[in-house]
């Protein structure tokens, strides 16, 4: 068994666990979204933990006749059943021993590629929130690796675990990655736009939804926000609030019309 350890010596209350995580699933209101990243959680990255789906309709959904199939309930078991047939090895104290499963040479490369241009996309972005989730993506897409290839594994006709991660499991990977990306750039608009002050907001409102620097400033000038200001507003809200379109022309970026945000992650 393993308990926890003090990290502290002098300390009863600071305690060590090994291996922690909480999984965590639900739903919450756009309008809340702001709450999760109040006070230190915007800057000890706990919302950057967090994978959010977005739909993008307002409509309700309806009810209908249709249910779910019996021989998705069967198939759902039968792959459940299967991953958790994986044995699981321990060592001498008795503590679970990783399986170290590689990367062909083709998955590598599409893994590095995206990679470095996500690192690209790194070293260009202003915003210390959106750099904070893009970095995470980079640990997300290998776990998404992994998962997809062991649901892969559990559906085929394959008898001995998997010992290679291919180029299709990464390419799927990559995939959910930058559907993840786009989910949190739209709920960091959604917190940028709740944080805004009275000026801000009601200058952001009153800008088109396309428009040049000079058009800008002309829209900020009305309700008496100063060129210098509204340029810095302009620079430290770029993709969140605002999307260079070209040089000197911005569009305005909002989350999707949605009444609640799906959150799936793991802190």
């Known amino acids: 068994m393993n308990w926890p350890q003090s990290d502290r010596k002098n300390s009863q209350n600071s305690i060590f666990i090994k291996c922690p995580f909480i999984s965590v699933v639900g739903t919450i209101q756009k309008r809340l979204l702001t709450e999760l990243a109040n006070g230190e959680r915007a800057a000890n990255g706990f919302i950057d933990r967090i994978l959010f789906a977005m739909t993008k309709t307002t409509a309700k959904p309806r009810w209908n006749e249709e249910e779910v199939r019996e021989d998705l309930d069967r198939d759902w078991e039968r792959i459940l059943n299967r991953l958790l047939s994986v044995p699981c090895n321990l060592n001498e104290n008795q503590e679970p021993q990783p ?60 008898t001995q675990s998997p010992e290679i991660i291919e180029a299709d499991d990464v390419n799927v990977a990559i995939r959910l990655a930058e559907y993840f990306r786009q989910n949190a750039l739209a ?78 992650g793991e802190v």
């Open 99 to 158: 399986i170290i499963i590689r990367f062909d040479n083709e998955a590598k490369k599409s893994l590095y590629a995206w990679q470095h241009r996500n690192a690209e996309l790194c070293d260009s972005e202003m915003s210390d929130n959106v750099i904070s989730f893009f970095c995470k993506l980079e640990i997300y897409v290998l776990r998404f690796c992994l998962i997809l290839r062991m649901a892969r594994w559990a559906v085929s006709d394959e």
């Open 187 to 264: 709920v960091i608009t959604c917190v940028s736009e709740e944080k805004l002050n009275n000026l801000h907001r009601t200058v952001y409102d009153h800008l088109a939804d396309e428009f040049s620097t000079a058009d800008g400033i002309k829209t900020a000038e009305r309700f008496g926000m100063k060129d210098h200001t509204f340029k810095m507003f302009l620079t430290r809200n770029l993709n969140t609030l605002f999307k260079r379109i070209r040089q000197g022309w911005y569009r305005k970026m909002s989350c999707y019309s949605t009444n609640n945000v799906t959150a799936d």
